[in-house]
């Protein structure tokens, strides 16, 4: 896993989905000291304040390439193998 992540960067975070990391900004008085990153999860309309020290834990990830993406399309819309008879 990464240890940091960068304003602009696009990730997906396991609960809310596909977001951009809009700022970094430091601990406010209510809160654990420290960083937090801000980010935008347009499709649910959310912003998400996630302590930099919990970035493992909640196992925010990178949006795949073009390339993956383009490549699991793909596999998705071919035919599979036939399965014998004698499958279970």
Do not use: C, N
Not at 25 to 52: C, F, K, M, N, Q
Not at 57 to 72: F, G, H, N, P, Y
Request: no cysteine; aromatic share 4%; hydrophobic share 40%.
């Amino acid at each position: 896993m990464r240890d940091e992540l960068r304003v602009g960067q696009k990730i997906v975070h396991p609960r809310y989905g596909a977001g951009t990391v809009t700022r970094v900004r430091a601990g406010r008085a209510d809160e654990a000291p420290g960083r937090y990153y801000v980010i935008d999860i347009p499709s649910i309309a959310l912003t998400v304040h996630l302590p930099a020290d919990r970035l493992e834990e909640v196992q925010v990830r990178d949006l795949a390439s073009a390339e993956k993406i383009t490549l699991a399309l793909a596999v998705l819309g071919s035919r599979g193998a036939d399965l014998p008879k004698d499958a279970r």
